[in-house]
């Protein structure tokens, strides 16, 4: 997806759109109720809550976004701090 991103706004930001994307990490849902990440295991010690990645996506379709395109916004609570 990462590269789709990327490719997509290589070709679509001289068009005036800009395209980018949301890498979430563990969201709590009904699909994952039965899920076998331990949620203590992540740094903040629990899923996201789905409107926290809504959240992020709402930001991109304001004008406080206007000039970033590209780019992937990830959204795991930190899951991939090194």
């Given at each position: 997806m990462h590269n789709i991103v990327r490719w997509l706004s290589?070709?679509?930001v001289g068009r005036g759109v800009m395209v980018n994307g949301v890498?979430?990490?563990p969201v709590?849902?009904?699909m994952t109720a039965q899920s076998?990440?331990?949620a203590e295991q992540l740094p903040t010690g629990r899923m996201?809550?789905?409107d926290e990645?809504?959240?992020t996506i709402a930001?991109?379709?304001t004008p406080a976004a206007s000039y970033l395109s590209g780019a992937i916004v990830d959204v795991n609570?930190?899951?991939l701090v090194g």
């Open positions: 290589r070709r679509a890498a979430p990490g709590r849902t009904a076998t990440v331990n996201a809550e789905p990645i809504a959240w930001f991109l379709c609570g930190g899951a």
